[in-house]
């Protein structure tokens, strides 16, 4: 069968050169280049993504901060440092950044490039792919592995994550740490007067309402049935006291759309001991709700 240095387009037996296969590549084929002077811009660009906001061939042709300067601002020191390791040692690079779009749209790119000497200082083979799809459905793939599915809080896994991170950091810097406990009064009542669908949509709104009085640092999130926790950084006993006591007042006050003052909640308190187990500290909390609950339930114990 004859060969030739032309391959097929549109039609099997339609020849078409390097250059135009390249310019349908679904992404960006590039040459990229730093002198010894730090200066740095892409020789060649070529494939469907050159359309992506943010890249101008001739622009970038001459200086690559045309590019450089649109990464997002958590993103450029990584990049810059992963450009450094790779000139220095000639390593690949293998990274990912966000290019800032207008208004507070942003693409991501995935970017893996393999350097080389050059005449005139390091020259790098490489290929940039928009990755944003995949990204966005990782993080709905993170976000359903953290959440509880009925109430959108963070389930328990997620909480004891949280808890542990603030324990450490109370641990290293001495900062006060506060746990709640919080249990619903005869939910049990709710789900056989009403039902499971409506005894559903009572949990779905007090997770609303919780987050809407909590602070903005507070982790709430939902460790089974009618069991819920909320974490409290930086809070010791004193201010967790009075804000645990608005909650369940609110609580008590709220039109869940059953009959007014059926829904209650009791609330244990705890605060950290520097160098205490998580569990000795999730125990002392559990006690204190227990302790709610034996003294006529719908109050705050610590």
Not at 32 to 48: K, N, Q, V, W
Request: proline share 5%; aromatic share 6%.
């Amino acid at each position: 069968m004859p060969h030739d240095n032309a391959m097929t387009g549109g039609g099997l037996n339609e020849p078409i050169g390097m250059h135009d296969f390249a310019e349908r590549l679904p992404g960006v084929i590039f040459q990229f280049h730093r002198d010894p002077t730090g200066h740095m811009h892409f020789p060649y660009l070529a494939g469907s993504g050159t359309s992506l906001p943010g890249i101008d061939r001739h622009a970038l042709s001459q200086d690559a901060r045309h590019m450089l300067d649109r990464l997002d601002a958590e993103d450029h020191p990584r990049v810059m440092a992963a450009i450094e390791r790779s000139a220095r040692w000639r390593i690949p690079i293998a990274t990912k950044f966000r290019i800032r779009l207008s208004g507070r749209r942003y693409r991501w790119v995935a970017l893996r490039a393999q350097p080389e000497d050059s005449a005139t200082g390091v020259l790098w083979h490489g290929l940039m792919i928009d990755i944003t799809e995949q990204m966005a459905e990782e993080a709905r793939l993170r976000k359903l592995s953290d959440t509880d599915d009925l109430t959108g809080l963070a389930n328990r896994r997620r909480l004891m994550s949280r808890l542990d991170e603030e324990i450490a950091r109370s641990n290293r810097h001495g900062s006060p740490l506060s746990l709640m406990l919080i249990d619903l009064d005869h939910f049990k009542r709710v789900n056989d007067t009403w039902g499971h669908l409506q005894g559903d949509q009572v949990l779905a709104e007090f997770a609303t309402l919780c987050h809407d009085l909590l602070r903005e640092e507070d982790v709430i999130g939902r460790l089974g049935g009618e069991e819920f926790a909320v974490v409290l950084p930086l809070t010791p006993l004193v201010a967790s006291g009075p804000l645990a006591e608005r909650l369940r007042s609110e609580i008590a006050e709220y039109d869940f759309g059953i009959s007014s003052g059926q829904l209650t909640a009791s609330i244990g308190l705890a605060e950290y001991r520097l160098g205490e187990p998580r569990d000795a500290l999730i125990e002392r909390a559990d006690r204190s709700l227990y302790a709610a609950k034996r003294q006529g339930r719908n109050r705050v114990v610590s």
